[in-house]
């Protein structure tokens, strides 16, 4: 990674530190912004120079999202609220509450709500590898490393509920709707 990416990134107003780690386990990009820094802001010019450096693609067309409290028997609240040009995705329990700020795409969507989810039960993060919909029923494809698994719920009650309902079989909270198989 070239050493104007990082520093150009630090300069965005918002950000506290940087860390690139392009060849561990964890590889990525991890970025702390300040207490008091506009999240929406930030993620919006760190999207914009990291497309412009050819890290990231510029952005899909928008998914249109919407609020969602998630089904009671989840065991967490589930919001997914528009912002521009993205979602913030938050899954909370009485005692611990994560959010992601997201492209607005199924795939990005879905991987946030995956990603929040997983924080705050304690888990192991999975990789949303697919979201799709066939008719009424919005399908997400789930991997652990090890194995795939589908798992379905109606859009008929909305996306957000849908999909909060299919990640939760995805994460096993409920039913899959659908078998699950090796990866790879």
């Known amino acids: 990674m070239k050493p104007s990416l990082v520093s150009r990134l630090e300069d965005i107003p918002g950000v506290a530190s940087v860390v690139v780690d392009l060849e561990g386990f964890g590889r990525g990009i991890d ?56 979602a913030r995705v938050e899954v909370e329990t009485p005692t611990v509450r994560s959010f992601r700020v997201v492209a607005a795409t199924p795939l990005s969507i879905a991987q946030g709500l995956a990603d929040a989810w997983c924080q705050v039960i304690g888990r192991i993060p999975i990789e949303i590898v697919d979201v799709g919909v066939e008719g009424d029923v919005l399908i997400v494809t789930a991997s652990d490393g090890e194995q795939q698994t589908e798992a379905a719920a109606s859009i008929s009650q909305g996306w957000a509920r849908g999909l909060t309902r299919a990640i939760a079989g995805a994460l096993g909270v409920l039913p899959p709707r659908r078998s699950s198989r090796k990866a790879g």
């Open 31 to 86: 970025v702390r912004l300040t207490p008091d820094a506009d999240e929406v802001a930030v993620m919006e010019q760190l999207h914009a120079l990291l497309a412009a450096y050819g890290v990231r693609h510029e952005r899909l067309s928008p998914l249109p999202v919407e609020r969602s409290n998630g089904p009671a028997e989840i065991g967490v609240a589930v919001r997914i609220t528009p912002i521009t040009r993205g």
